[in-house]
């Protein structure tokens, strides 16, 4: 047995709820199985939970949709009009007390990135830089799930997809080990539609920042751009 969350979407405050499931794990490290797992994590939820459509999302999903949503496969179109894989962005935008940004992950190969040494050498971690802006470190997925919202919210077509999902999984993805998850930022961006206010948070950092950082009153507003 083992232990995954699940991301299910919410048009409130705090907008993704996430709700651990206990399943049967499918050992070995072939597609094959992790798809079994995922399968199985799948039909724990919809009888831990109400009957949910729910979405894996990850290089192993059994859907297209979920492949092309993994942030290996995502790509974000820099001011120079090249296109990078979302996950070197989130690399690459990473700033230390001894080093950092080290914009060249841009262009590693989307696998390689997070095995870059300088990651784990230059001390620790107080922010990631995006466009002249340092995000905070707190809430913990506020950069990550920014970078993920504004890259779906450009592709008209994995838009109006990923909107007849509710709920959304990652089967590598283990809390133990880490704090980023796209399968949480697929439910945000979910839950950010519904709410009415995704378009005001792609168009505003400053208003996506006070929004998910607090209740959402006396939420400012001031346009800015992403990179």
């Known amino acids: 047995m083992a232990s995954r969350p699940i991301f299910i979407s919410s048009s409130s405050w705090p907008y993704v709820t996430e709700e651990l499931v206990d399943f049967e794990w499918h050992r070995g490290l072939a597609i094959s199985q992790k798809q079994k797992s995922i399968n199985s994590l799948h039909l724990a939820a919809n009888d831990k939970f109400e009957k949910l459509k729910i979405l894996e999302i990850s290089t192993k999903s059994l859907d297209p949709l979920g ?3 993994s942030a290996f496969n995502l790509e974000v179109k820099l001011k120079t009009n090249k296109f990078v894989p979302l996950e070197n962005v989130f690399q690459s935008s990473k700033v230390f007390d001894r080093g950092g940004p080290y914009k060249d992950l841009l262009y590693m190969a989307a696998n390689e ?4 040494k300088r990651l784990k050498e230059s001390g620790n971690l107080i922010g990631f830089s995006s466009n002249g802006k340092l995000w ?7 950069f990550y799930d920014w970078l993920y919202i504004n890259t779906v919210f450009l592709s008209s077509d994995l838009s109006s997809e990923i909107l007849k999902y509710r709920a959304f999984t990652d089967i590598e993805f283990n809390p133990k080990k880490s704090f980023n998850c796209q399968a949480r930022s697929a439910a945000l961006f979910v839950s950010l539609w519904s709410s009415g206010e995704l378009k005001k948070c792609i168009e505003s950092s400053e208003y996506y920042l006070e929004l998910l950082s607090a209740s959402g009153n006396n939420v400012g507003y001031k346009q800015s751009e992403l990179f």
């Open 113 to 116: 990135v997070k095995s870059d």
């Open 67 to 69: 492949i092309k949503l």
């Open 136 to 142: 905070p470190l707190e809430p913990k997925t506020i």
